[in-house]
């Protein structure tokens, strides 16, 4: 079963930071998970929320502001005088940093309205990092479409946020021959589990926080999970 810390070791440092990810490395983390959206500009930077007040200082949406802008905002100071001063990533400073044998789960985060080439330029970007074991994700599973349609081979990972009637129904629908699902886990059940088995799909769920949970998902049969906490892998 493999951890995957969630936005790097969140629960020990900013989310979606470089210290987050090398407290990860530290930690032992062999799968890491990161967000990936688009400045204006086109460049692709780590941050999960759409909004900049939750993790920074400046409002707004990510996309308003061009990288220059960006990469001068305090995104660590939220979580702890400690971290004063640490900056938003961009995703070529974190390929740089996570060692090609790690696997790097980047959630592509794109809404539909703006129609952001943010799938294509993350994609450009990788093609530049052969031998890296990648697993893209993402809720928009338009974006997917567009991953599998470029490259057949690459690893995808659907997520999901409901508890979906017949989800091996809608997951054959989409052809995107996914690698894993990866549901909330408050919607597991091991029959779930075993329905994705039984079309080679593996299951990694998010975000489990306790060794109780943990502990839970791992009776289900989880090929993986996603925690800010990959002590718990222990």
């Not at 989310?15 to 990161?34: D, H």
């Not at 309205?113 to 294509?120: I, M």
Request: net charge negative.
């Amino acid at each position: 079963m493999t951890l995957y810390a969630h936005r790097g070791a969140s629960a020990h440092a900013p989310e979606n930071t470089i210290p987050s990810f090398k407290k990860a490395l530290e930690m032992g983390a062999r799968g890491i998970e990161l967000d990936v959206q688009l400045s204006a500009d086109g460049i692709p930077v780590v941050i999960h929320d759409f909004f900049l007040n939750k993790t920074t200082e400046a409002s707004g949406m990510v996309r308003s502001l061009e990288w220059k802008e960006i990469s001068k905002l305090d995104a660590g100071s939220w979580f702890g005088n400690d971290f004063r001063g640490t900056g938003i990533p961009a995703l070529e400073d974190v390929l740089a940093l996570i060692p090609r044998d790690v696997c790097l789960n980047i959630e592509v985060k794109s809404i539909s309205l703006f129609q952001e080439p943010t799938t294509r330029i993350v994609l450009d970007m990788l093609e530049q990092e052969g031998g890296r074991d990648i697993l893209i994700s993402s809720f928009n599973h338009n974006c997917l479409k567009e991953v599998r349609e470029r490259d057949p081979e690459m690893k995808i990972g659907i997520l999901t946020g409901s508890d979906m009637i017949d989800f091996t129904s809608y997951v054959k629908s989409t052809g995107l021959n996914p690698y894993s699902l990866h549901p909330e886990a408050s919607y597991l059940t091991k029959e779930y589990v075993d329905k994705a088995h039984a079309e080679g799909w593996k299951v990694m769920c998010y975000t489990v926080n306790s060794p109780d949970a943990a502990e839970l998902v791992g009776r289900c049969g989880v090929d993986g999970f996603f925690s800010d906490y990959p002590e718990l892998i222990q």
